[in-house]
């Protein structure tokens, strides 16, 4: 028999960025391992950084995966496992307030 998972703290707000080739990869994978309930993929980021001492400029696409802070490590490893980037962008947001039915079937979505 398989044991639900009890999820008792705060959700958060994971981002990442990913090439576009990348991006329905990388978010149905963590929808699928069921560390993040639902992951918005917003497309044609432009991103401008330092890389190696030179300024770089990308478009790329932003990852928004909603999940729970006790999840954070498994989707962390998740992300870092499955992006093409050896330095990617993880950022992790603790969510102040939320809708209680978007929380509720967040719960339901991650305990399954």
């Given at each position: 028999m398989?044991?639900?998972?009890?999820?008792?703290?705060?959700?958060?707000?994971a981002?990442t960025?990913?090439?576009?080739e990348?991006a329905?990869?990388?978010a149905?994978k963590?929808?699928?391992?069921?560390?993040?309930a639902?992951?918005?993929?917003c497309?044609n980021?432009?991103?401008?950084?330092i890389?190696?001492g030179e300024?770089?400029?990308?478009?790329?696409?932003?990852?928004?995966?909603?999940?729970?802070?006790?999840?954070?490590?498994?989707?962390?490893?998740?992300v870092?496992?499955?992006h093409?980037?050896?330095?990617?962008?993880?950022?992790?947001?603790?969510?102040?307030?939320?809708?209680?039915?978007?929380l509720?079937?967040?719960?339901?979505v991650?305990?399954?």
């Open positions: 398989k044991s639900k998972k009890n999820i008792t703290d705060g959700p958060c707000i981002i960025t990913v090439p576009e990348h329905v990869f990388l149905k963590l929808v699928e391992t069921r560390v993040a639902c992951v918005n993929i497309k980021v432009k991103s401008i950084y890389w190696e300024l770089k400029e990308d478009t790329e696409n932003i990852l928004i995966a909603k999940s729970f802070l006790s999840l954070k490590e498994k989707l962390k490893s998740l870092l496992e499955n093409p980037y050896d330095t990617p962008e993880i950022i992790f947001l603790k969510i102040e307030d939320i809708e209680a039915k978007y509720y079937w967040m719960k339901e991650l305990m399954a």
